[in-house]
């Protein structure tokens, strides 16, 4: 299996480890999703409708792009002057806490 550690030059497994990742990824699709339909949160009572909530925004490819570029903004780093990770990032096994940048 590869590595996620360097794929096209960003270092997906530090970012998977993050729960802010998939809070951010979770809230973005969700949101996108709900406003593409005319829903709101209120509006998904069963599980049965947020899964045919989710199957119809997927049938529709013009639905498909903000959520391409939404998650392509959470994996985006600005910091860096490319689209990829700098050489210090692929070098963590896991986020950087914070503690040491001074």
Avoid: C, H
């Avoid at 406003?35 to 998904?44: C, K």
């Avoid at 409708?49 to 049938?59: N, V």
């Amino acid at each position: 299996m590869a590595s996620l550690k360097n794929i096209g030059g960003l270092n997906l497994q530090v970012r998977f480890k993050n729960p802010w990742f998939w809070f951010f990824l979770v809230a973005n699709i969700g949101a996108l999703v709900l406003n593409n339909v005319g829903m709101t949160i209120n509006d998904i009572t069963t599980w049965g409708a947020l899964i045919d909530t989710f199957t119809e925004t997927f049938k529709n490819p013009s639905l498909l792009f903000p959520i391409i570029t939404s998650i392509a903004g959470l994996l985006y780093d600005p910091t860096t002057s490319s689209l990829t990770d700098s050489d210090r990032v692929l070098k963590y096994s896991k986020p950087n806490s914070n503690k040491n940048n001074g």
